[in-house]
């Protein structure tokens, strides 16, 4: 896929964090930065934005709503204000945005949160452990005694999907669109626009679809829970509903799948942390927080609402920021030795969930996908290597992960 | 020793919960609280430090 944009000319003043380029060398590339003074980067691109650097910047930005609305998290080539005047493409105005939790701000925001809080709390999400590590083995079952396996394409990949799925009440068999259309939002951003459109009108009748034959066909699951649900005294729209479902395939999918692929990547490229969780899988959440800081697999964005002069660069209204929680992860002034993976850290205040009132919903389930996840694929496999670096293939955009991740098996139970 | 969480800066990151059960609760809606007024048990005081030390809102308040 090549971008509209061509490519980058120079991080500091042209960055474009959906080159391939960025999220392959994403640590190098932040390391150069900081060491050429430029704690704050800028781009022309996307009618242009800003790429901030440090712990305090990120959380600045997350917890000021006031000057960063959530109306738009996901940097694309057209600019939400730009085209509130034409119908067929307006999204729903700040405070409500599209899909609301995510692209809420307060005041509403709190209100759609709530919709979706208790569905993803401890007490709900821990009994799903037996399934998911059901799930897990049998992936792994599946692949046979081949010398290399894929763990993304053949494992990480279709654990959340399985689970999303189930929760929203959605068909499986579909996993493969979902995965396009995850793709389509969050990879493409800088792909040509009429080849964007088309795809998206897709993915909106499949939601209509589905959600008409909920109203028809009463059931237990998330989308009729939303349907039923009231908020501030009236009915969910069917919009509104169609919002939410997108937020959650979009946010559930690709993070976990990226965050899984992140641990095994780590695992697969370092024999001492490999070894040592294989022989001591108690030692597994502590490395799997340890996983979320060091490869943090989402950014979010902002769009500036008013012009202000902001740790010394002047921001203007309309410009995206990038809100890089990886970056946040990796700041030497809240982290000891940031740039080294020491699975048995034990002060981290990582913020791979986010910061602020937008804290991750699904953050229970992620980390407990993310830790059966590691701890089944240590047990069948206690030791495997990667296949070579090339072969390894990173996505696209503000969610990082490997898409493809051949490694070699060496031993398997 | 005491814990306490700062409901205003706590955004029910869980972390607490699942490093000291024995000292947090959460809600449906994420907000933690501590059990048993914020009183530590003897021999629990290194578990209290270590949710504090991993609250990424900071909302979690050790009296010694
Ligand atoms: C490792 C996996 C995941 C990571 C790293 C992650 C990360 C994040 C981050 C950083 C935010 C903050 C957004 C912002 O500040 O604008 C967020 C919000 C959100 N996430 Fe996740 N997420 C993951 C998995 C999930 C899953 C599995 C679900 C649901 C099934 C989910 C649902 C949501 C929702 C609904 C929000 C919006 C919350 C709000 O705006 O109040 N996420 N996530
Ligand atoms: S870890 Fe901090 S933010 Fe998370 S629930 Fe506990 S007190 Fe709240």
């Not at chain 1, 989308?223 to 009915?235: P, R």
């Not at chain 1, 969910?236 to 939410?244: F, K, N, Q, R």
């Not at chain 1, 995206?320 to 809240?334: I, T």
């Not at chain 1, 940031?338 to 699904?362: K, Q």
Request: charge should be negative; glycine fraction near 6%; aromatic fraction near 8%.
């Amino acid at each position: 896929m090549t971008s509209v944009y061509g490519p980058v000319a120079d991080w500091q003043s042209d960055f474009d964090h959906a080159d391939p380029e960025y999220n392959r060398n994403i640590h190098a590339i932040w390391e150069d930065l900081k060491a050429a003074g430029c704690p704050i980067a800028r781009t022309e691109r996307y009618g242009g934005a800003w790429l901030p650097l440090t712990h305090e910047m990120v959380h600045e930005i997350a917890y000021d709503t006031d000057h960063f609305t959530s109306r738009t998290v996901v940097v694309g080539q057209i600019k939400p204000h730009e085209v509130d005047h034409l119908p067929e493409f307006a999204s729903p105005p700040a405070p409500i945005g599209g899909a609301p939790p995510i692209t809420s701000d307060p005041p509403f925001h709190q209100h759609a949160r709530r919709l979706l809080l208790p569905a993803f709390a401890p007490k709900k999400i821990d009994p799903l452990r037996p399934e998911i590590e059901r799930m897990c083995n049998e992936l792994i079952d599946k692949m046979g005694d081949k010398d290399a396996v894929d763990a993304a394409v053949e494992y990480s990949q279709h654990i959340p999907v399985m689970i999303i799925a189930h929760m929203l009440g959605l068909p499986l068999e579909d996993a493969d669109r979902f995965r396009s259309w995850v793709h389509l939002v969050l990879e493409s951003v800088n792909a040509p626009r009429e080849e964007r459109e088309g795809r998206f009108h897709e993915f909106n009748e499949y939601l209509e679809t589905h959600i008409r034959d909920h109203i028809e066909n009463p059931r237990e699951d998330l989308i009729n829970d939303l349907l039923n649900a009231e908020l501030m005294g009236t009915k969910l729209t069917s919009e509104m509903v169609g919002g939410m479902v997108t937020l959650i395939l979009i946010a559930g999918i690709d993070t976990t799948w990226s965050g899984i692929g992140n641990s095994i990547w780590h695992l697969a490229t370092n024999a001492v942390d490999r070894r040592r969780l294989a022989a001591n899988p108690d030692m597994i959440p502590v490395a799997v927080e340890e996983f979320l800081r060091a490869y943090a697999p989402v950014t979010m964005a902002r769009l500036v609402t008013e012009d202000h002069e902001f740790h010394g660069v002047q921001m203007k209204q309309h410009d995206w920021v990038l809100l890089p929680f990886p970056a946040a992860n990796r700041d030497p002034e809240q982290f000891e030795n940031p740039t080294e993976v020491v699975i048995d850290r034990e002060v981290n205040r990582h913020s791979a969930f986010g910061l602020g009132i937008h804290r991750c919903i699904g953050s229970n389930l992620a980390r407990l996908e993310m830790n059966v996840a590691v701890k089944v694929f240590l047990e069948r496999f206690p030791d495997f290597e990667l296949v070579t670096d090339e072969e390894t293939v990173w996505s696209t955009g503000q969610v990082r992960g490997p898409r493809r991740l051949p490694v070699r098996v060496l031993s398997r139970r | 020793m005491r814990v306490r969480v700062d409901s205003s800066k706590c955004q029910g990151h869980n972390r607490c919960y699942a490093l000291a059960p024995e000292l947090f609760d959460v809600d449906d809606l994420g907000n933690a609280s501590e059990l048993n007024d914020g009183v530590v048990p003897a021999g629990l005081e290194d578990k209290a430090r270590l949710a504090a030390a991993n609250c990424p809102e900071f909302a979690i308040i050790i009296e010694e």
